[in-house]
């Protein structure tokens, strides 16, 4: 009955098969060590924001340019409060607030931009205590430059007058006459009674979109498995049935179709 396992036609469905599942196999836990991978950079990056706060404050010009290695490292300079500037929608332990901006004028000529703390409600410049007068020397987490749509960071255009959406050199050349810093850095302890902002991982190390992605690829090349698996039982169990047919007789002969009985009921070459 099962000799026709041995035509061509099985041949090449045996052989696709036999193919197709540890191929499908191969992908699914190559997408699961993409997803795992992920999952370590995430933890190694979470490591390092915890370690870098008990290192000793390095000059901020020995860290730069900001890099996976540095993101987060404890840096320091001088320099001169000016401008202040708000960044609004950004939530903290789940509660709506804003950033307040401030930016440093540097003794090298250059700005940084100084997260001096974290304030609850809308963006108000009146609610904003006023950064400290004269040279101050600022300690805090280096960060990059965001980039908006990631790590929570509003896309949004149009902001009023002393608001910015992102913290970046891009976003505040239009802002401010100065050469920015290609970073900048939050302090550890909130300025004037604000809570301080916790330094975030660097791009790339997170579980982000890309992350959750790799493992519904997971699924999805493990489920290709089970897909081949039952249509090749399907194919086998149909091709069975007609063999069966052939062999009392019941298949139709060729050129013609067999209509069935109105009670659903095959019958028999004797008619009965």
């Keep these: 009955m099962y000799r026709f396992l041995l035509t061509p036609r099985w041949w090449g469905i045996n052989v696709f098969v036999l193919l197709a599942i540890p191929f499908c196999i191969f992908m699914g836990s190559w997408q699961l060590s993409r997803f795992e991978d992920r999952v370590d950079n995430h933890r190694g990056a979470e490591e390092q924001a915890a370690s870098a706060q008990q290192e000793e404050a390095r000059p901020l010009d020995t860290l730069l340019p900001v890099t996976k290695a540095t993101s987060g490292k404890q840096a320091t300079t001088s320099g001169r409060y000016e401008e202040q500037l708000l960044v609004p929608d950004r939530d903290l332990d789940g509660a709506p607030g804003h950033y307040v901006l401030t930016l440093l004028h540097t003794d090298n000529g250059k700005v940084l931009p100084v997260v001096r703390g974290w304030l609850p409600g809308e963006p108000d410049p009146a609610g904003a205590p006023a950064p400290p007068d004269g040279e101050v020397t600022v300690t805090g987490a280096l960060q990059a430059s965001e980039t908006p749509g ?35 850095i939050t302090l550890n302890e909130g300025d004037s009674g604000m809570r301080a902002v916790p330094a975030v991982a660097p791009g790339g190390t997170g579980l982000d979109l890309k992350a ?8 999805e090349w493990f489920a290709f498995v089970g897909f081949v698996v039952f249509m090749w039982f399907r194919l086998l169990r149909r091709e069975v049935e007609l063999v069966r047919d052939a062999e009392l007789g019941l298949a139709p002969e060729e050129g013609q179709e067999r209509e069935p009985e109105p009670d659903g009921k095959r019958s028999s070459p004797s008619g009965v």
């Design 212 to 219: 959750f992605q790799n493992l519904g690829y997971t699924a």
């Design 150 to 184: 990631s790590h929570g960071v509003s896309g949004r255009s149009g902001l009023p007058e002393g608001q910015t959406a992102a913290i970046s050199a891009a976003s505040l050349v239009n802002l401010v006459p100065h050469d920015v810093y290609e970073a900048w």
